[in-house]
């Protein structure tokens, strides 16, 4: 009998604790702030984040995140082109004609889907005559991405090498490394100007290309790249001495080759120029 009187005590304390376990409830949004489990058979109540705190934890997550975004892009300036002026090109201050349309428009769409270009490394090889608008497109692209918090470096295969060279005399390898790794944190690489380096010191800067090359695409890593080449001027231009051209396969593994035609805007700025300065002196 007493065996039975304590079985039925229990689920009258187990009923009663039921009873008054009454979740509190958030001032501001409405939902509890506490919500009742069940342990060993035992009714308890637990606090909980309402509506209002558990989107409140989740933008600061989505802040933390931001700010480290922030901090890679800060950190890939020590290799990068982007400077002032290059924080002027951007697709509102596009000069439109009928000639560059069909430009800004690709750039446009490829912003627009970065999230499936980054997912399937698609990138571009921009080749054609100089002065067309190849890397003023490439740059509006960083730019538009940078804004939205996407890690960026826009640099040139000549920049990277001469930092390369500068670190051989403190760090040695090691500093080749650094920058190398330092490259690849970027969720875009815009490398310009492509084939404009020189071919001295034994080839060293073409195997300084192919290890940025390779590792971006071992990575998965889209980029964006320039020349002033034609893609046969290119792929001689980066075949090595055994007659390979590794750097290039790499290059058109990735990037989508487009042939960026037009007048070139630095003839016709100089033009422009010569016009200015004949009605000055006459």
Not at 47 to 52: I, W, Y
Not at 252 to 273: F, M
Request: charged share 25%.
């Amino acid at each position: 009998m007493e065996e039975i009187a304590n079985i039925i005590q229990q689920k009258v304390m187990i009923h009663t604790a039921g009873l008054d376990l009454q979740c509190k409830i958030c001032s501001n949004c409405g939902t509890p702030i506490e919500h009742v489990i069940t342990f060993n058979g035992v009714p308890r109540k637990v606090a909980t984040n309402c509506k209002c705190r558990a989107e409140a934890y989740k933008k600061k997550l989505a802040d933390e995140a931001n700010q480290e975004r922030l901090r890679k892009i800060e950190k890939l300036k020590v290799c990068s082109l982007m400077d002032e002026g290059f924080r002027k090109c951007t697709f509102e201050n596009w000069e439109h004609t009928k000639e560059s349309e069909w430009l800004y428009n690709i750039g446009l769409k490829y912003c627009e889907n970065w999230k499936q270009a980054k997912e399937k490394n698609q990138g571009m090889l921009l080749h054609g005559v100089p002065g067309t608008g190849k890397s003023y497109l490439s740059f509006c692209i960083a730019n538009y991405l940078i804004d939205q918090f996407v890690p960026v470096i826009a640099t040139s295969s000549i920049n990277i090498i001469n930092k390369i060279y500068e670190g051989y005399g403190r760090n040695g390898e090691l500093g080749e490394l650094e920058i190398i790794n330092l490259i690849q944190e970027a969720s875009l690489l815009i490398l310009d100007d492509l084939g404009a380096e020189h071919s001295g010191r034994s080839g060293k800067e073409k195997q300084i290309i192919y290890s940025i090359l390779d590792a971006r695409i071992r990575a998965k890593k889209p980029m964006i790249i320039t020349t002033n080449l034609n893609v046969q001027q290119l792929k001689e231009k980066l075949t090595g001495s055994d007659g390979v051209a590794r750097s290039f396969d790499r290059i058109v593994e990735a990037c989508q080759p487009l042939e960026v035609i037009g007048t070139s805007r630095r003839i016709k700025k100089a033009a422009d120029n010569q016009r200015c300065f004949k009605q000055l002196i006459s």
